[in-house]
Nanobody, 124 residues
Framework: QVQVAESGGGLVQAGDSLRISCAAS????????MTWFRQAPGKEREFVAA???????YYGDSVKGRFTISRGTVRNTVDLQMETLKPEDTAVYYC??????????????????WGQGTQVTVSS
């Protein structure tokens, strides 16, 4: 059974950087896309970044140029490096994984394996 778990969230100031990680476990992990979403209070879940099973990257418009998703140095981990953080980046960040086709990689509704989330708070 594939599972994911996030870590690395915290409180930072605007303009700072932060790296959060998603650790996956299970079998056949090389067949899964790894994706980050975020959700702020009162808002819908928002696509942040994704790493396809073939290692192509995808980014939401609000984070493109500031965030980078990559495979971690630890086996079966994916990192999200967040640069120039803004208060509007404050949210719970969730890791999700799926074998969905690439055309749906940005859609949270196609994901059925989620972590518990890690809180990222950016103060001004």
């Amino acid at each position: 059974q594939v599972q994911v778990a996030e870590s690395g969230g915290g409180l930072v100031q605007a303009g700072d950087s932060l790296r959060i990680s998603c650790a996956a476990s299970g079998t056949g992990l090389n067949s899964y896309h790894m994706t980050w979403f975020r959700q702020a209070p009162g808002k819908e879940r928002e696509f942040v970044a994704a790493l396809s099973r073939t290692s192509h990257t995808y980014y939401g418009d609000s984070v493109k140029g500031r965030f980078t998703i990559s495979r971690g140095t630890v086996r079966n981990t994916v990192d999200l490096q967040m640069e120039t953080l803004k208060p509007e980046d404050t949210a719970v960040y969730y890791c999700a994984t799926s074998r969905t086709v690439l055309s749906s990689i940005r859609d949270p509704n196609v994901y059925h394996i989620w972590g518990q989330g890690t809180q990222v708070t950016v103060s001004s």
